[in-house]
């Protein structure tokens, strides 16, 4: 059934959101919920704590030699260039986050309390795979949840950034976080009490497309001999994260609110940013290309074997070779042309599913963040009947009277700049905040539906799930 979004906020939020906030609220439940209900004076899970804490805080920065430090500081700003961020907290609940989403939780599992508390310990900004587990911080440690293919757990998640961070008198976190991008593990780095691992940002198969169309196009300006696949692998994966990185400006300010103040259920738009971010884009992509080009050897190393990434990856570098052999010279224009299509059928479908649940139980409030993302109306015209189209009109028209700061706006439309690609994507991880069905409780061993909308290969797949569910849901209610 629908997730009414009326129902979904955590935290009331002034005009200038601050620290200072209460958690609570559907969308904590939803997150997992829970809470310490002894008020800080359940002496079993403070000890555990302190226990964690004394064992898991030291060694202290300055207990590694200089040279080590300097060495393993400078080894992660080189994978990062490539996407990879090493060492990765990684929090490990039986429930989903999705790109695009963000949302408020509760903290007080011992592990993910010592977790996040060091994580707000260190320079911002804090970001950690939010990943799903089934049985979540019970089954940490335990026989068949190893973060390796074929076991229980899941290597494919998103990162996530902590918007804003409470720590509470009773011993717990407030959190408002906020999901950016996928990512999957590659190997981990540490088991218990809370687990870390190298993660490599894992874009959607027409992002990593697009960075492999573009390393194609810098290679055949460069004066190299042609690179191994290993290499073409890390071009791809360099030129995604790039593209991610430089837009993560434009696609989400700090914290997202509705119009009545409540924390929103998606990230927004930040409006103040459009211009530089979408121009420099590009640039920063090639950049990123010839920057890995220059630093690796001839091998690249295998790195993604044993991978999702590697058959993403792999898939991305062989249809761009096709194309570069004059093999597929539309491709990149057929997919765009797809996604297109699918685009407006979800808009299309959607705004049919609210009008039927309207006539059956009244209206459905739908996120400005999500109306946001409308597209321009099709050649052929949206339907006589469609309504988002002036819901979208209504508010686009309220925007532009409006003299206030992106972060007091509810409703920021879209840039006609912004990549059509980038703007279908966003919609796929954005459609779920009203057509998901995850109702997953703490600790809950069963799963997430949420996971296959993670692990699908890219936007067009992602999109005909969403066009499922609308389906499904039509059944549920009888239409």
Known sequence: MLLLLGAATALRLGRAPSPRMVGGGAAGTAAGGGGDLSGGNDEQRNKQVASLRARFNAPDAEDVPAEEAVEAA????????????????LCRYSWCLLPGHQVAMSVWQPQYTLMFNRLL????????????????????????????????????????????????????????????????????????????????????CEALLAGALASERVLGTAAVAAPARAVKRRLVAAAAAAELEAHLPYEAVKVSVDAGGH??????????????????????VEEAIRGTLSSLDGSGGPLYEGSAALRLLDGAVEAAERVAAGGEEAAADIGAEMLEGLEERVWTELDGLLRDIEGQRGPVPVPSQLL??????????????????????????????????????????????YPARRRAERLSWAIWAIIGNQTVGVNAYGGSPYQEVIEADGTAERLRLALARLVDIRREIGV
Not at 125 to 145: I, K, N, Q, T
Not at 178 to 203: C, I
Not at 263 to 284: D, F, G, M
């Open 74 to 89: 400078a080894e992660k700003v080189a994978a990062q260039k490539l996407g990879l961020l090493l060492d990765l907290p």
């Open 263 to 284: 924390l929103a259920p998606l990230n927004q738009l930040n409006v103040s940013a459009a211009a530089a971010v979408i121009a420099a884009a590009a640039p920063a």
């Open 372 to 417: 946001g993302l409308m597209p321009p109306t099709p050649e052929a015209g949206w339907p006589d009947s469609f309504r988002l189209g002036v819901s979208a009109a209504r508010l686009s028209l309220e925007y532009r009277l409006r003299a206030k700061g992106e972060e007091e706006l509810s409703y920021v439309p879209v840039d006609a700049a």
């Open 121 to 204: 310990s260190e320079p911002g900004p804090h970001y950690y795979l939010h990943v799903l587990m089934p049985g979540g911080a019970e089954s940490l440690g335990e026989p068949g949840y190893e973060l390796e293919p074929g076991s229980k757990a899941s290597l494919m998640g998103t990162l996530c950034r902590v918007a804003v961070g409470q720590r509470n008198a009773d011993s717990t976190l407030t959190l408002v976080v906020q999901g950016l991008g996928r990512g999957v593990v590659l190997r981990p780095t540490q088991m218990l009490p809370y687990s870390r691992g190298d993660v490599q940002l894992l874009p959607d």
